[in-house]
């Protein structure tokens, strides 16, 4: 049996509380019992349809333990309460036990919502405690019961009675979960030197080259990795080098072997405008890019450095005899990895130091360098391996651009650090393509935007999807009727993923709901309709008003939204002062609005832009779009944006007017504006959020990875309506 760690014992209070675990086994429960003070100061309460598991149960009988038992669906709030008022008088903590739901893996919690809920607007008081479990790996590591190598209880400080308490219980686990997972052993390690043991004890997994179907084992991998790393030591001084490749071998053989060189690459979006990328060099300060020879002249249109300034990695390595490659296959196989890479590296690395550099989307105005340590995607990749399994010899797809955080994590650094296959292709425009690669290898996991999404999913039919269990779709929320749709007709889920770019790994991720477990009804849902699933686990989001970011609002309450964690970047890249007005000690604001719902899911109402106060009403852009496109009968299935609203200021007042770009109208007739107006009230919505002007455009402004560009919205809108822009 694994001896817990406790922390917070100092947080107990003199007075008898309600204790609420989020999970117990005997050793937890134990240590729980001691920590109150001991059996006579303890009872508990348990649910008779969710009984903790035998162990627990039997060791509760023979020991004689106070307790009761309940009915969730039978026993009234108010008589519940009553029962836990009668324990405290007696002067005893009474203590939530729980068994083991239907839930989806690494829940933060085995206590379904409405358990936790008899409290709310009671006059109880709760002591929240974190009960951790985790295994000494980097994959899966975060589990929900034994066996597992570490117990971690933290204490957390008692929370006064409200109307919200249940809300603020499941905040507190949270923040412990998310400083629990930041001290994890797996994570005072580098990048490399994962990558290196992970690729030594996975020589025969593989990157297959969607293009020609070519395989690159990774024993072969590192090999070139190596060679490439040693050139790189010799050629390179600055601490950061761009890379300029599209997903496959040669992007993976760059990036590694900046790393082992001890160099932070930057994946350059190639898709970006003269502008954009000149901004990024002068943020990053690089002056030297890798890429491929054949890749310059097929992406033409982009803004290409001199050559002077480019290392070709595909002449490189065509240089390479065969002495050489000899020479370094040997090293590997005699472990002889680190005295190669040691003295590639100026001076040793540490869990902290930067390890890439990525560019946020530019949703708020320009771009925003958020530098990754390597702490940071080293979580990443545990806290996602434990929320989405996948075993070794599974195979991944890979064709979301590595300058995007969702397609780095999926397609470089989960299957480098699991041994997992991978599948790449350079290219998200040829859907028919995709489509074939996934059925052909049965990928398990892929990741792709709205808009690609509906492309393949129109390109293929079902049975190319049938392996495929975590698809995921990032950059945009989901088309209500793009899941739909996949649902239907090709019996797929879409995976939803929230994934702002200052954490290495997604906020949130919709899943399948997991079915009942044996023996009880009650399941914890990973997925609704209108959310983004459950917080990834180590991830800690707090709400806050929308005018007075210091004050917190309950979780459960429409406000911005702040995250912490280890995957949560500190600071942009070079501490920009009108970025960093967003962070405030460990929790960052992601400019987006949103709440947590009764069971713990995140709902996204839209990014704080994208609201305005017309009169008394706060209107979110995004649903009034969405009500837009339903009056109007205008598609959303495909992802092509149609109709875009904006606020701008009253240019006949004071407050804020909505403006309708538009690409469904194409003549205007002072109808349009009344046909819209009265089709919103038909459908019951409030008329604050029927436009005021609607502005005819050919096509609505987006941003590379498909969101709405609505910084050029605005000013278009300005500039159209005679408005001057601050």
């Known amino acids: 049996m694994i001896e817990p760690t406790i922390e917070g014992l100092g947080n107990v209070p003199s007075s008898p509380t309600l204790v609420i675990p989020n999970r117990v086994d005997l050793s937890a429960l134990r240590a729980i019992e001691t920590a109150l003070g001991g059996r006579d100061r303890v009872s508990w309460m348990v649910e008779n349809n969710l009984r903790p598991d035998p162990e627990v149960m039997m060791y509760l009988s023979q020991s004689r333990s106070a307790g009761f038992l309940y009915a969730i669906d039978r026993t009234g709030t108010e008589e519940l309460v009553k029962m836990v008022r009668d324990r405290q008088v007696q002067g005893r903590h009474v203590v939530l036990l729980c068994g083991r739901p239907g839930q989806q893996p690494a829940a933060p919690t085995d206590i379904p919502g409405k358990m936790l809920s008899f409290a709310d607007g009671s006059k109880l008081s709760a002591l929240p405690i974190y009960v951790g479990m985790y295994r000494q790996e980097l994959s899966g590591s975060i589990v929900t019961s034994a066996p597992y190598d570490r117990l971690c209880i933290h204490i957390m400080p008692e929370l006064k009675p409200g109307p919200s308490l249940s809300a603020r219980v499941r905040g507190a686990w949270m923040e412990a979960a998310a400083e629990q997972i930041n001290d994890h052993p797996v994570l005072q390690n580098t990048l490399p030197q994962a990558i290196l043991q992970s690729l030594t004890q996975h020589p025969d997994a593989m990157i297959i080259d969607g293009v020609d179907d070519s395989q690159l084992p990774y024993r072969k991998l590192l090999v070139y990795a190596l060679i490439m790393a040693e050139k790189l030591h010799k050629r390179v001084t600055n601490r950061r080098l761009g890379i300029i490749l599209p997903p496959g071998k040669l992007a993976t053989i760059a990036n590694l072997a900046c790393m082992l060189a001890g160099i932070s690459p930057v994946n350059i979006n190639y898709n970006d405008t003269p502008e954009d990328f000149r901004y990024q060099v002068e943020q990053t300060g690089v002056d030297r890019y890798i890429t491929e020879a054949r890749f310059t002249h097929k992406q033409q249109q982009f803004s290409w450095p001199a050559p002077r300034d480019l290392i070709y990695i595909d002449r490189e390595l065509a240089d390479v005899s065969t002495v050489a490659l000899k020479i370094r296959e040997l090293a590997i196989r005699l472990g002889k990895t680190d005295l190669i890479t040691g003295r590639l590296q100026n001076r040793p690395q540490q869990p902290d ?72 292709y350079p290219d998200t425009g040829t859907p028919r393509r995709l489509c074939e690669l996934a059925h052909n290898y049965g990928t398990v996991l892929t990741a792709f935007s709205p808009a690609q999404t509906n492309t393949i999913l129109q390109a293929g039919k079902p049975e190319h999807f049938s392996t495929l269990r975590y698809f995921l779709v990032a950059g945009e929320r989901i088309p209500t009727e793009l899941s739909q749709r996949a649902t239907t007709d090709y019996k797929l889920t879409l995976h939803e993923c929230y994934a702002p770019a200052e954490s290495a790994l997604p906020v949130s991720i919709s899943a399948s709901n997991p079915a009942a477990a044996p023996g009880t009804p009650h399941i914890i849902p990973a997925a609704q309709s209108g959310t983004a699933g459950a917080p990834m686990p180590g991830i800690a989001v707090r709400i806050s008003d929308l005018n007075r970011p210091e004050q917190s609002l309950p979780p459960t309450s429409p406000g911005l939204i702040w995250i912490a964690g280890s995957t949560v970047i500190p600071s942009y890249l070079k501490n920009r002062p009108d970025a960093t007005t967003c962070m405030r000690g460990k929790w960052l604001c992601t400019g987006d609005v949103g709440r947590l719902n009764a069971d713990g899911l995140l709902v996204i109402s839209g990014r704080k832009a994208r609201f305005s106060k017309i009169d008394d009403d706060l209107v979110p852009h995004e649903a009034a779009e969405e009500a837009l496109c339903r009056v109007l009968n205008v598609p959303t299935a495909d992802g092509v944006r149609r109709l875009a609203i904006v606020g701008v200021p009253n240019p006949r007042g004071i407050g804020e007017i909505l403006v309708l770009l538009s690409t469904v109208h194409t003549h205007l007739v002072p109808q349009d504006l009344i046909t819209v107006r009265y089709g919103l009230l038909n459908a019951r919505y409030p008329a604050s959020w029927a436009p005021s002007r609607i502005i005819p455009i050919k096509s609505i402004p987006v941003l590379p990875n498909g969101k709405l560009d609505y910084p050029l919205c605005y000013r278009g809108t300005c500039q159209q309506l005679g408005i001057p822009v601050e």
């Open 353 to 424: 130091d930067e390890a890439l550099v990525l560019f946020s989307s530019a949703t708020s105005g320009i771009a925003k360098g958020t530098p990754y340590s390597h702490r940071m995607l080293l979580s990443a990749v545990m806290q996602l391996s434990s929320r989405m399994p996948l075993n070794q010899g599974q195979r991944t797809l890979a064709a979301m651009p590595l300058y995007q955080p969702v397609g780095l994590l999926t397609g470089l650094l989960l299957p480098l650090l699991h041994g997992l296959d991978v599948v790449t």
